[in-house]
């Protein structure tokens, strides 16, 4: 369980306006260039002091690969930083204010307290 | 010594400020009665002529990450820039600078770390809607220097409630214990039962209605005990996976005492309540209508 890479990618990719497109644009592909060139970077050290160990498993790489958000939910990622952004990349795509929150919660329904745990 | 003339505690929104830009055919039917319930708020501050506010907020994520999180910081700036382009985004709050008052700042480490915080602190900190949101609902003038301490509400492991009421109420003493003339607002920002990114978001109400009724009691009848007795990290999953946020109105519970607010309103909102409370813990002396 890598939960701490999972919130890593989602937090650098929600504040990069330009990042948020791509990977809205092309999931897969996004999530393997980032895992390969930005996941052991760590945010405030120069690029050559990066980290060497970090990577994602199987079941974390293709949750983000095929914008799973409730599979998310499930591995213990930190569901603010999902929605956020979710709500970036998708809210357009629904016709009425908030239609798209609502549906995102509809498909996380038969989760029952306790909810997975998000400690990292 | 400083005088502590008033103690705000209330809930953050983020989507007020964007809701109480709209021209009336386009917002929505609770938006008049939102503003004016914040407009009535806003008095309870400006009546009390502070000089500076201490205020409390948590980072969402902006600028504290997970490689280096603090539990409880204290910002020591001249200046702090505000709002980040994902809240611009997504409720379109615009970007502000914020000034800083580094002396006040200097006192609370001081104090802080000789009465066992062990604060964090940041000479360059970009504040986000946790601090910015009561600036718009309470200060829109923005024209007072801040104090903005952070608290961890977000990543646990979390420190537990009794100690952001000792916080709290540590910062009582330090504030009252500040030699400087001025006249010192405390505002903190937190949350009722909340729910984000979860099943329960997005409803027609808070996520545990039930919880905020007793919460809003305890916190307008200054019930630490009672508070104290119900409230634990493991049990405020239950009315909501970001209720943990409540934990910000019991250090601001801490600053106040075990005292009744002197003004006490709130508003029943989709997704969640809103809240207001005010306490003027050396009464009302010096107030501009007194």
Same mark, same amino acid.
């Given at each position: 369980?890598?939960?701490?890479?999972?919130?890593?990618?989602?937090?650098?990719?929600?504040?990069?306006?330009?990042?948020?497109?791509?990977?809205?644009?092309?999931?897969?592909?996004?999530?393997?260039?980032?895992?390969? *060139?930005?996941?052991?970077?760590?945010?405030?050290?120069?690029?050559?002091?990066?980290?060497?160990?970090?990577?994602?498993?199987? *079941?974390?790489?293709?949750?983000?690969?095929?914008?799973?958000?409730?599979?998310?939910? $499930?591995?213990?990622?930190?569901?603010?930083?999902?929605?956020?952004?979710?709500?970036?990349?998708?809210?357009?795509?629904? +016709?009425? +204010?908030?239609?798209?929150?609502?549906?995102?919660?509809?498909?996380?329904?038969?989760?029952?307290?306790?909810?997975?745990?998000?400690?990292? | 010594?400083?005088?502590?003339?008033?103690?705000?505690?209330?809930?953050?929104?983020?989507?007020?400020?964007?809701?109480?830009?709209?021209?009336?055919?386009?917002?929505?039917?609770?938006?008049?009665?939102?503003?004016?319930?914040?407009?009535?708020?806003?008095?309870?501050?400006?009546? !009390?002529?502070?000089?500076?506010?201490?205020?409390?907020?948590?980072?969402?994520?902006?600028?504290?990450?997970?490689?280096?999180?603090? $539990?409880?910081?204290?910002?020591?700036?001249?200046?702090?820039?505000?709002?980040?382009?994902?809240? /611009?985004?997504?409720?379109?709050?615009?970007?502000?600078?914020?000034?800083?008052?580094? *002396?006040?700042?200097?006192?609370?480490?001081?104090?802080?770390?000789?009465?066992?915080?062990?604060?964090?602190?940041?000479? /360059?900190?970009?504040?986000?809607?946790?601090?910015?949101?009561?600036?718009?609902?309470?200060?829109? $003038?923005?024209?007072?220097?801040?104090?903005?301490?952070?608290?961890?509400?977000?990543?646990?492991?979390?420190?537990?409630?009794?100690?952001?009421?000792?916080?709290?109420? !540590?910062?009582? *003493?330090?504030?009252?214990?500040?030699?400087?003339?001025?006249?010192?607002?405390?505002?903190?920002?937190?949350?009722?039962?909340?729910?984000?990114?979860? +099943?329960?978001?997005?409803?027609?109400?808070?996520?545990?209605?039930?919880?905020?009724?007793?919460?809003?009691?305890?916190?307008?009848?200054?019930?630490?005990?009672?508070?104290?007795?119900?409230?634990?990290?493991?049990?405020?999953?239950?009315?909501?996976?970001?209720?943990?946020?409540?934990?910000?109105?019991?250090?601001?519970?801490?600053?106040?005492?075990?005292?009744? !607010?002197?003004?006490?309103?709130?508003?029943?909102?989709?997704?969640?309540?809103?809240?207001?409370?005010?306490?003027?813990?050396?009464?009302?002396?010096?107030?501009?209508?007194?």
């Amino acid at each position: 369980m890598s939960k701490y890479l999972i919130d890593k990618f989602l937090f650098t990719i929600d504040r990069d306006p330009g990042l948020v497109e791509r990977y809205r644009d092309d999931p897969a592909g996004t999530v393997a260039w980032w895992e390969a *060139e930005q996941a052991n970077q760590i945010l405030n050290c120069i690029a050559g002091e990066a980290t060497t160990w970090l990577s994602f498993t199987e *079941e974390e790489r293709d949750a983000l690969s095929v914008q799973d958000h409730v599979a998310l939910f $499930q591995l213990g990622a930190h569901p603010f930083l999902t929605l956020t952004l979710w709500i970036a990349m998708f809210e357009r795509d629904y +016709p009425e +204010p908030l239609s798209m929150q609502r549906d995102y919660g509809a498909r996380l329904a038969h989760f029952n307290l306790p909810y997975p745990d998000i400690t990292t | 010594m400083a005088e502590l003339v008033a103690i705000l505690a209330t809930t953050h929104h983020p989507f007020f400020y964007a809701t109480s830009k709209l021209p009336p055919d386009q917002a929505p039917p609770f938006a008049a009665e939102w503003v004016r319930k914040v407009e009535a708020y806003r008095e309870t501050l400006t009546r !009390a002529r502070p000089d500076v506010l201490v205020m409390v907020g948590s980072d969402h994520f902006h600028q504290l990450w997970l490689d280096n999180m603090p $539990q409880f910081l204290v910002g020591k700036a001249p200046f702090y820039d505000a709002n980040y382009y994902n809240e /611009e985004r997504e409720f379109g709050l615009p970007k502000l600078l914020l000034t800083g008052h580094e *002396e006040l700042s200097g006192h609370i480490l001081r104090a802080g770390l000789d009465a066992g915080f062990d604060f964090a602190f940041s000479n /360059e900190l970009r504040v986000d809607h946790s601090i910015t949101c009561p600036i718009f609902t309470v200060r829109p $003038q923005n024209d007072l220097p801040v104090v903005p301490i952070y608290t961890n509400i977000f990543a646990p492991p979390l420190p537990r409630p009794e100690r952001f009421v000792k916080l709290g109420q !540590a910062l009582r *003493e330090i504030i009252d214990g500040w030699p400087s003339d001025l006249r010192v607002a405390v505002i903190g920002t937190g949350h009722l039962s909340l729910e984000l990114g979860g +099943p329960r978001q997005f409803g027609e109400h808070g996520p545990d209605p039930e919880f905020d009724a007793r919460a809003v009691e305890w916190i307008g009848n200054g019930d630490l005990d009672a508070v104290l007795a119900n409230v634990t990290l493991d049990s405020l999953h239950s009315p909501g996976n970001a209720t943990h946020g409540f934990m910000d109105f019991m250090l601001m519970m801490g600053v106040a005492g075990y005292s009744k !607010a002197d003004y006490v309103d709130n508003l029943d909102l989709f997704h969640t309540m809103e809240a207001y409370f005010t306490w003027y813990p050396n009464g009302t002396r010096g107030f501009a209508d007194v």
